[in-house]
Protein backbone atom coordinates (compact mmCIF):
# COMPACT_ATOMS: atom_id res chain seq x y z
CA UNK A 1 0.00 0.00 0.00
CA UNK A 2 1.12 3.18 -0.31
CA UNK A 3 3.17 4.22 2.80
CA UNK A 4 2.33 7.52 3.90
CA UNK A 5 4.42 7.80 7.13
CA UNK A 6 7.70 5.65 6.66
CA UNK A 7 11.05 6.81 4.82
CA UNK A 8 11.78 4.13 2.09
CA UNK A 9 15.03 3.64 0.03
CA UNK A 10 14.32 4.24 -3.48
CA UNK A 11 17.51 3.00 -5.19
CA UNK A 12 15.81 -0.56 -4.71
CA UNK A 13 11.93 -0.12 -5.73
CA UNK A 14 13.72 1.40 -9.31
CA UNK A 15 15.40 -1.51 -9.76
CA UNK A 16 12.55 -3.58 -8.64
CA UNK A 17 10.23 -1.19 -10.86
CA UNK A 18 12.70 -1.64 -14.25
CA UNK A 19 13.04 -5.14 -14.11
CA UNK A 20 9.48 -6.32 -13.66
CA UNK A 21 9.03 -4.18 -16.28
CA UNK A 22 11.66 -5.33 -18.64
CA UNK A 23 10.45 -8.95 -17.71
CA UNK A 24 7.07 -8.21 -18.56
CA UNK A 25 7.83 -6.80 -21.93
CA UNK A 26 10.43 -9.27 -22.49
CA UNK A 27 8.17 -12.78 -22.06
CA UNK A 28 5.01 -11.46 -23.44
CA UNK A 29 2.17 -14.46 -22.89
CA UNK A 30 1.97 -16.75 -25.83
CA UNK A 31 -1.25 -18.04 -27.52
CA UNK A 32 -4.99 -17.84 -26.73
CA UNK A 33 -5.59 -15.97 -23.94
CA UNK A 34 -8.24 -17.35 -21.11
CA UNK A 35 -9.63 -16.17 -18.32
CA UNK A 36 -6.50 -17.07 -15.81
CA UNK A 37 -4.05 -15.57 -18.67
CA UNK A 38 -6.18 -12.34 -18.30
CA UNK A 39 -6.56 -12.63 -14.68
CA UNK A 40 -2.49 -12.95 -14.64
CA UNK A 41 -2.30 -9.47 -16.43
CA UNK A 42 -4.40 -8.03 -13.80
CA UNK A 43 -2.22 -8.95 -11.32
CA UNK A 44 1.23 -8.33 -13.12
CA UNK A 45 -0.23 -4.90 -13.80
CA UNK A 46 -1.57 -4.51 -10.06
CA UNK A 47 2.17 -5.54 -8.89
CA UNK A 48 3.91 -3.19 -11.07
CA UNK A 49 1.06 -0.29 -10.38
CA UNK A 50 1.82 -0.65 -7.08
CA UNK A 51 5.82 -0.11 -7.40
CA UNK A 52 5.86 2.64 -9.63
CA UNK A 53 2.16 4.22 -6.94
CA UNK A 54 4.98 4.01 -3.83
CA UNK A 55 8.12 5.24 -5.76
CA UNK A 56 5.94 8.52 -6.69
CA UNK A 57 4.35 8.88 -2.96
CA UNK A 58 8.04 8.65 -2.18
CA UNK A 59 9.17 10.82 -4.90
CA UNK A 60 6.79 13.30 -4.03
CA UNK A 61 7.81 13.81 0.20
CA UNK A 62 11.11 13.70 -0.08
CA UNK A 63 12.35 16.10 -2.91
CA UNK A 64 15.94 15.43 -2.33
CA UNK A 65 15.20 12.48 -4.13
CA UNK A 66 13.23 13.72 -6.86
CA UNK A 67 15.43 12.57 -9.61
CA UNK A 68 14.39 9.06 -9.10
CA UNK A 69 10.83 9.92 -10.42
CA UNK A 70 12.15 10.77 -13.35
CA UNK A 71 14.44 7.65 -13.49
CA UNK A 72 11.41 5.40 -13.47
CA UNK A 73 9.25 7.46 -15.91
CA UNK A 74 12.53 7.21 -18.44
CA UNK A 75 12.54 3.55 -18.10
CA UNK A 76 8.61 3.64 -18.51
CA UNK A 77 9.37 4.96 -21.97
CA UNK A 78 11.97 3.30 -23.25
CA UNK A 79 9.68 0.46 -22.77
CA UNK A 80 6.50 2.35 -23.45
CA UNK A 81 5.16 0.75 -27.21
CA UNK A 82 5.67 -2.43 -26.34
CA UNK A 83 4.30 -2.53 -22.79
CA UNK A 84 1.31 -0.67 -24.23
CA UNK A 85 0.81 -3.45 -26.91
CA UNK A 86 1.35 -6.07 -24.60
CA UNK A 87 -0.67 -5.01 -21.97
CA UNK A 88 -3.50 -4.01 -24.69
CA UNK A 89 -3.68 -7.77 -26.03
CA UNK A 90 -4.56 -8.89 -22.51
CA UNK A 91 -6.96 -6.87 -21.52
CA UNK A 92 -8.85 -6.16 -24.97
CA UNK A 93 -11.03 -9.43 -24.39
CA UNK A 94 -11.97 -8.74 -20.97
CA UNK A 95 -11.30 -5.30 -19.46
CA UNK A 96 -11.33 -4.33 -15.87
CA UNK A 97 -11.86 -0.74 -14.97
CA UNK A 98 -9.40 -1.18 -11.94
CA UNK A 99 -6.49 -3.06 -14.08
CA UNK A 100 -7.18 0.26 -16.80
CA UNK A 101 -6.85 2.36 -14.50
CA UNK A 102 -3.84 0.94 -13.01
CA UNK A 103 -2.28 0.65 -16.43
CA UNK A 104 -2.82 4.23 -16.93
CA UNK A 105 -1.40 5.25 -13.94
CA UNK A 106 1.83 3.14 -14.48
CA UNK A 107 2.32 5.28 -18.36
CA UNK A 108 1.15 8.60 -16.31
CA UNK A 109 -1.66 9.15 -17.92
CA UNK A 110 -3.15 10.34 -14.50
CA UNK A 111 -6.15 11.70 -15.96
CA UNK A 112 -6.96 8.10 -17.90
CA UNK A 113 -6.39 6.72 -15.07
CA UNK A 114 -8.98 8.86 -12.89
CA UNK A 115 -11.87 7.89 -15.27
CA UNK A 116 -11.55 4.31 -15.16
CA UNK A 117 -11.29 4.41 -11.23
CA UNK A 118 -14.27 6.52 -10.99
CA UNK A 119 -16.06 3.88 -13.12
CA UNK A 120 -14.62 1.10 -10.88
CA UNK A 121 -15.58 3.36 -7.81
CA UNK A 122 -19.18 3.81 -8.77
CA UNK A 123 -19.30 0.23 -8.89
CA UNK A 124 -18.46 -0.38 -5.66
CA UNK A 125 -14.55 -1.09 -5.76
CA UNK A 126 -12.82 -0.08 -2.67
CA UNK A 127 -9.35 -0.44 -4.17
CA UNK A 128 -10.57 2.30 -6.89
CA UNK A 129 -12.66 4.48 -4.08
CA UNK A 130 -9.27 4.18 -2.36
CA UNK A 131 -6.52 5.55 -5.37
CA UNK A 132 -9.01 8.22 -6.14
CA UNK A 133 -8.72 9.17 -2.49
CA UNK A 134 -5.12 9.47 -3.29
CA UNK A 135 -5.20 11.33 -6.26
CA UNK A 136 -7.62 13.87 -5.19
CA UNK A 137 -5.14 13.98 -1.59
CA UNK A 138 -2.05 14.62 -4.16
CA UNK A 139 -3.55 16.80 -7.06
CA UNK A 140 -2.52 13.72 -9.05
CA UNK A 141 -4.15 14.50 -12.60
CA UNK A 142 -6.60 16.97 -10.72
CA UNK A 143 -6.77 19.75 -9.00
CA UNK A 144 -6.06 18.72 -5.24
CA UNK A 145 -8.97 18.19 -3.24
CA UNK A 146 -8.81 16.97 0.93
CA UNK A 147 -12.47 16.50 1.64
CA UNK A 148 -13.08 14.92 -1.86
CA UNK A 149 -9.56 12.67 -1.06
CA UNK A 150 -11.42 11.91 2.76
CA UNK A 151 -15.07 10.93 1.16
CA UNK A 152 -13.50 8.60 -1.10
CA UNK A 153 -11.01 7.39 1.60
CA UNK A 154 -14.16 6.69 4.25
CA UNK A 155 -16.25 5.23 1.17
CA UNK A 156 -13.20 2.34 0.98
CA UNK A 157 -12.82 2.20 5.04
CA UNK A 158 -15.84 1.47 5.34
CA UNK A 159 -15.76 -1.69 2.97
CA UNK A 160 -12.87 -3.00 5.34
CA UNK A 161 -10.14 -1.31 3.37
CA UNK A 162 -7.05 -0.88 5.92
CA UNK A 163 -4.73 1.56 4.17
CA UNK A 164 -7.84 3.61 3.50
CA UNK A 165 -8.64 2.97 6.96
CA UNK A 166 -5.10 4.34 7.83
CA UNK A 167 -5.17 7.54 5.56
CA UNK A 168 -9.08 8.10 6.90
CA UNK A 169 -7.41 7.90 10.43
CA UNK A 170 -4.53 10.34 9.23
CA UNK A 171 -6.98 13.06 8.06
CA UNK A 172 -8.95 13.13 10.71
CA UNK A 173 -6.71 13.10 13.38
CA UNK A 174 -4.70 16.37 11.34
CA UNK A 175 -8.10 18.00 10.86
CA UNK A 176 -7.13 17.46 6.59
CA UNK A 177 -10.10 17.86 4.55
CA UNK A 178 -12.37 16.73 7.09
CA UNK A 179 -13.10 17.78 10.65
CA UNK A 180 -10.62 16.74 13.26
CA UNK A 181 -11.70 14.34 15.38
CA UNK A 182 -9.34 12.69 17.17
CA UNK A 183 -11.75 9.69 18.89
CA UNK A 184 -13.05 8.70 15.52
CA UNK A 185 -8.94 8.70 13.98
CA UNK A 186 -8.34 6.49 16.66
CA UNK A 187 -11.16 4.13 16.00
CA UNK A 188 -10.16 3.83 12.39
CA UNK A 189 -6.09 3.87 13.39
CA UNK A 190 -7.32 1.09 15.65
CA UNK A 191 -9.37 -0.85 12.97
CA UNK A 192 -6.75 -1.09 10.33
CA UNK A 193 -4.14 -1.71 12.42
CA UNK A 194 -5.67 -4.71 13.73
CA UNK A 195 -5.67 -6.12 10.16
CA UNK A 196 -2.36 -5.78 10.20
CA UNK A 197 -1.65 -2.54 8.30
CA UNK A 198 1.67 -1.61 9.05
CA UNK A 199 1.13 2.30 8.71
CA UNK A 200 -1.56 1.95 11.34
CA UNK A 201 0.29 0.20 13.66
CA UNK A 202 2.89 2.74 13.51
CA UNK A 203 0.82 5.52 14.35
CA UNK A 204 -1.18 3.70 16.61
CA UNK A 205 1.93 2.93 18.44
CA UNK A 206 2.72 6.85 17.99
CA UNK A 207 0.11 8.08 19.41
CA UNK A 208 0.07 5.66 22.31
CA UNK A 209 3.94 7.03 22.64
CA UNK A 210 3.69 10.66 22.25
CA UNK A 211 0.24 11.81 24.23
CA UNK A 212 -2.04 12.51 21.73
CA UNK A 213 -4.47 9.90 23.37
CA UNK A 214 -3.94 7.81 26.70
CA UNK A 215 -0.01 7.29 27.13
CA UNK A 216 1.03 3.67 27.55
CA UNK A 217 4.58 3.14 26.69
CA UNK A 218 3.69 -1.01 26.98
CA UNK A 219 0.54 -0.45 24.34
CA UNK A 220 3.59 1.93 22.34
CA UNK A 221 5.98 -0.76 22.02
CA UNK A 222 3.43 -3.21 21.11
CA UNK A 223 2.37 -1.80 18.08
CA UNK A 224 5.69 -0.08 16.91
CA UNK A 225 7.08 -3.63 16.76
CA UNK A 226 4.40 -4.92 14.93
CA UNK A 227 5.11 -2.24 12.46
CA UNK A 228 8.63 -2.74 12.53
CA UNK A 229 8.76 -6.27 12.36
CA UNK A 230 6.83 -5.68 8.52
CA UNK A 231 9.83 -3.50 7.88
CA UNK A 232 8.33 -0.37 8.24
CA UNK A 233 11.30 1.56 8.69
CA UNK A 234 10.24 4.62 11.15
CA UNK A 235 8.74 1.80 13.71
CA UNK A 236 12.33 -0.04 13.39
CA UNK A 237 13.62 3.32 14.55
CA UNK A 238 11.09 4.23 16.66
CA UNK A 239 11.77 0.50 18.25
CA UNK A 240 15.67 1.39 18.87
CA UNK A 241 14.22 4.99 21.33
CA UNK A 242 12.36 2.41 23.32
CA UNK A 243 15.08 -0.11 23.72
CA UNK A 244 17.19 2.92 23.80
CA UNK A 245 15.30 5.28 26.46
CA UNK A 246 13.96 1.47 28.33
CA UNK A 247 10.14 2.56 27.44
CA UNK A 248 7.94 -0.03 27.54
CA UNK A 249 11.05 -1.50 27.03
CA UNK A 250 14.02 -3.38 29.02
CA UNK A 251 16.72 -0.53 28.41
CA UNK A 252 18.83 -2.49 26.31
CA UNK A 253 21.50 -0.20 23.84
CA UNK A 254 22.75 -3.05 22.17
CA UNK A 255 18.91 -4.47 20.87
CA UNK A 256 18.66 -0.58 20.21
CA UNK A 257 21.50 -0.33 17.86
CA UNK A 258 20.17 -3.72 16.12
CA UNK A 259 16.60 -1.27 15.54
CA UNK A 260 18.63 0.91 13.97
CA UNK A 261 20.73 -0.77 11.86
CA UNK A 262 17.32 -2.14 9.90
CA UNK A 263 16.17 1.35 9.54
CA UNK A 264 19.54 2.43 8.77
CA UNK A 265 19.55 -0.88 6.34
CA UNK A 266 16.29 1.16 4.85
CA UNK A 267 18.04 4.68 4.27
CA UNK A 268 15.74 6.14 7.39
CA UNK A 269 17.86 9.19 8.01
CA UNK A 270 16.75 9.42 11.68
CA UNK A 271 18.34 6.19 12.20
CA UNK A 272 21.43 7.14 10.55
CA UNK A 273 21.78 10.26 12.38
CA UNK A 274 20.66 8.88 15.95
CA UNK A 275 22.80 5.87 15.57
CA UNK A 276 26.09 7.91 14.69
CA UNK A 277 25.31 10.11 18.03
CA UNK A 278 25.13 6.77 19.41
CA UNK A 279 28.52 6.12 18.24
CA UNK A 280 29.75 9.76 19.14
CA UNK A 281 28.60 10.08 22.64
CA UNK A 282 29.74 5.90 23.13
CA UNK A 283 26.60 4.80 23.63
CA UNK A 284 27.53 2.30 20.42
CA UNK A 285 31.04 1.11 19.94
CA UNK A 286 33.05 3.26 17.58
CA UNK A 287 34.65 -0.05 15.63
CA UNK A 288 31.34 -1.39 14.57
CA UNK A 289 30.64 1.78 12.85
CA UNK A 290 34.52 3.96 11.52
CA UNK A 291 32.46 5.56 8.56
CA UNK A 292 29.25 6.84 10.65
CA UNK A 293 30.84 10.83 10.72
CA UNK A 294 31.94 10.33 6.70
CA UNK A 295 28.27 8.82 6.02
CA UNK A 296 26.71 11.49 7.70
CA UNK A 297 28.56 14.19 6.23
CA UNK A 298 28.36 12.75 2.91
CA UNK A 299 24.24 12.63 3.19
CA UNK A 300 24.47 16.35 4.01
CA UNK A 301 26.37 17.66 1.12
CA UNK A 302 23.87 15.51 -0.81
CA UNK A 303 21.35 17.72 -0.03
CA UNK A 304 19.62 15.52 2.81
CA UNK A 305 17.71 18.08 5.58
CA UNK A 306 18.13 15.71 8.47
CA UNK A 307 21.93 14.57 8.00
CA UNK A 308 22.50 18.96 7.40
CA UNK A 309 20.41 19.55 10.69
CA UNK A 310 22.22 16.10 12.53
CA UNK A 311 25.90 18.05 11.29
CA UNK A 312 24.70 20.88 12.59
CA UNK A 313 24.50 19.34 16.15
CA UNK A 314 27.52 18.01 15.66
CA UNK A 315 29.48 21.01 15.24
CA UNK A 316 27.61 22.67 18.29
CA UNK A 317 28.63 19.74 19.74
CA UNK A 318 31.82 19.08 19.28
CA UNK A 319 30.68 14.92 18.16
CA UNK A 320 32.99 13.53 16.32
CA UNK A 321 34.32 16.94 14.52
CA UNK A 322 35.96 19.87 15.98
CA UNK A 323 33.37 21.75 17.63
CA UNK A 324 32.40 25.30 15.66
CA UNK A 325 29.48 27.19 16.09
CA UNK A 326 29.16 29.47 13.14
CA UNK A 327 29.87 26.07 11.26
CA UNK A 328 27.04 24.54 13.20
CA UNK A 329 25.10 28.02 12.18
CA UNK A 330 25.43 27.19 8.33
CA UNK A 331 23.71 23.45 8.58
CA UNK A 332 21.19 24.81 10.24
CA UNK A 333 20.73 27.31 7.40
CA UNK A 334 20.56 24.66 4.82
CA UNK A 335 18.54 22.36 6.94
CA UNK A 336 16.46 25.01 7.50
CA UNK A 337 16.16 26.15 4.52
CA UNK A 338 14.21 22.69 3.24
CA UNK A 339 11.83 23.44 5.72
CA UNK A 340 12.56 20.79 8.48
CA UNK A 341 11.56 21.99 11.76
CA UNK A 342 14.09 20.76 14.15
CA UNK A 343 16.21 22.80 12.08
CA UNK A 344 14.53 25.68 11.84
CA UNK A 345 14.28 25.62 15.59
CA UNK A 346 18.20 25.62 16.57
CA UNK A 347 18.36 27.90 14.02
CA UNK A 348 16.00 30.72 15.72
CA UNK A 349 17.55 30.17 19.16
CA UNK A 350 21.12 30.94 17.43
CA UNK A 351 19.47 34.55 16.17
CA UNK A 352 17.65 34.74 19.19
CA UNK A 353 20.99 34.60 21.96
CA UNK A 354 23.84 35.61 18.55
CA UNK A 355 25.29 32.58 19.07
CA UNK A 356 27.35 31.92 15.37
CA UNK A 357 25.35 34.42 14.08
CA UNK A 358 24.82 38.20 14.83
CA UNK A 359 22.23 38.57 17.27
CA UNK A 360 18.42 39.35 14.96
CA UNK A 361 15.40 38.58 17.06
CA UNK A 362 13.41 39.68 13.81
CA UNK A 363 14.97 36.47 11.83
CA UNK A 364 14.14 34.78 15.01
CA UNK A 365 10.47 35.38 15.35
CA UNK A 366 10.39 34.29 11.29
CA UNK A 367 12.71 30.95 12.41
CA UNK A 368 10.54 30.30 15.85
CA UNK A 369 7.18 30.83 13.82
CA UNK A 370 8.14 28.24 10.80
CA UNK A 371 9.15 25.84 13.04
CA UNK A 372 5.80 26.18 15.86
CA UNK A 373 3.58 25.96 12.64
CA UNK A 374 5.27 22.22 11.85
CA UNK A 375 4.43 21.24 15.82
CA UNK A 376 7.54 21.96 17.29
CA UNK A 377 6.92 23.05 20.25
CA UNK A 378 9.65 24.44 22.06
CA UNK A 379 9.72 26.59 19.14
CA UNK A 380 5.67 27.45 19.96
CA UNK A 381 6.56 27.46 23.46
CA UNK A 382 9.47 30.89 22.48
CA UNK A 383 6.94 32.45 20.38
CA UNK A 384 4.65 32.25 23.21
CA UNK A 385 6.77 33.75 25.12
CA UNK A 386 7.85 36.68 22.57
CA UNK A 387 4.34 37.66 22.08
CA UNK A 388 3.68 37.25 26.17
CA UNK A 389 6.77 40.11 26.53
CA UNK A 390 6.14 41.66 23.29
CA UNK A 391 9.67 41.19 21.91
CA UNK A 392 9.77 42.35 18.55
CA UNK A 393 6.20 41.32 17.91
CA UNK A 394 3.02 43.72 19.60
CA UNK A 395 2.73 42.00 22.86
CA UNK A 396 -0.39 39.87 22.37
CA UNK A 397 -1.72 37.60 25.32
CA UNK A 398 -4.15 35.53 22.88
CA UNK A 399 -1.51 34.61 20.94
CA UNK A 400 0.64 33.71 23.42
CA UNK A 401 -1.94 31.89 24.96
CA UNK A 402 -2.49 30.18 21.59
CA UNK A 403 1.20 29.07 20.87
CA UNK A 404 1.73 27.12 24.66
CA UNK A 405 -1.59 25.76 24.31
CA UNK A 406 -0.67 23.88 21.43
CA UNK A 407 2.62 22.92 23.06
CA UNK A 408 0.93 22.05 26.47
CA UNK A 409 -1.23 18.94 24.82
CA UNK A 410 1.50 17.59 23.85
CA UNK A 411 2.81 17.45 27.27
CA UNK A 412 5.56 20.27 26.97
CA UNK A 413 6.65 21.27 30.43
CA UNK A 414 7.84 24.99 29.93
CA UNK A 415 4.28 25.39 27.93
CA UNK A 416 2.31 23.95 30.73
CA UNK A 417 3.96 26.44 33.55
CA UNK A 418 3.16 29.17 31.28
CA UNK A 419 -0.34 28.13 30.34
CA UNK A 420 -0.83 27.58 34.13
CA UNK A 421 0.04 30.98 35.27
CA UNK A 422 -2.29 32.82 32.53
CA UNK A 423 -4.92 30.79 33.76
CA UNK A 424 -3.73 31.71 37.69
CA UNK A 425 -3.14 35.64 36.17
CA UNK A 426 -6.32 35.60 33.46
CA UNK A 427 -4.16 36.95 31.31
CA UNK A 428 -5.35 36.17 27.34
CA UNK A 429 -7.80 33.53 28.90
CA UNK A 430 -10.63 34.05 32.10
CA UNK A 431 -8.93 33.43 35.17
CA UNK A 432 -9.36 29.74 36.56
CA UNK A 433 -7.19 28.77 39.76
CA UNK A 434 -8.62 25.06 39.62
CA UNK A 435 -6.83 24.79 35.56
CA UNK A 436 -4.03 26.63 36.37
CA UNK A 437 -3.43 24.18 39.46
CA UNK A 438 -3.80 21.37 37.02
CA UNK A 439 -1.26 22.41 34.60
CA UNK A 440 0.76 23.82 37.23
CA UNK A 441 1.03 19.92 38.76
CA UNK A 442 1.69 18.22 35.19
CA UNK A 443 4.72 20.62 34.33
CA UNK A 444 5.84 19.79 37.74
CA UNK A 445 5.34 16.32 37.28
CA UNK A 446 6.86 16.81 34.18
CA UNK A 447 10.03 18.41 35.91
CA UNK A 448 9.61 21.79 35.75
CA UNK A 449 11.30 23.05 38.80
CA UNK A 450 9.45 26.65 38.75
CA UNK A 451 6.31 24.92 38.91
CA UNK A 452 7.53 22.48 41.89
CA UNK A 453 8.75 25.58 43.58
CA UNK A 454 4.99 27.28 43.13
CA UNK A 455 3.39 24.31 44.20
CA UNK A 456 5.62 23.82 47.12
CA UNK A 457 4.82 28.05 48.14
CA UNK A 458 1.44 27.24 48.20
CA UNK A 459 1.55 24.20 50.11
CA UNK A 460 0.66 21.54 47.49
CA UNK A 461 1.53 18.12 46.42
CA UNK A 462 2.09 17.16 42.58
Not at 140 to 157: F, H, S, T, V
Not at 218 to 223: F, I
Not at 279 to 288: K, R, S
Not at 387 to 400: C, I, L, P, S
Amino acid sequence: MINKFARTATSGIFVTCFLLLFSFCANPPKGEETADQNETAAVQIQDLYQQVFDLRQVCMRYPSVMDCNSRIVQAIGRTYKELEDEVNAQLAKSPDDLTRGNFEFILDNYEAAATWYRKAADQGNAQAQYNLGVMNENAWGMKADPAKAAEWYLLAANQGHAQAQADLARMLYFGSGIEKDLSQSFVWCTKSAEKGNKEAQYLLGFRYDMGTGDVDALQAAKWYRNAADQGHALAQYSMGVLCRYGKGVMQDNDRSVEWYQKAVAQNDPFAIATLGVMVLVNEATIQNYPNVVELIIRKAISGDPIAQHNLGNMYEYGWGVDKDIPQAAEWYQRSADQHYGPAQLNLAIMYDQGIGVPKDQQKAVEWYTSAARKGIVQAQTNLGSMYARGVVVEQNDKDAFMWFSKASNFGFATAQYNLGLMYFKGKGVERDDAVAGNLLRKAANNGHEGAQQILRELGYSW
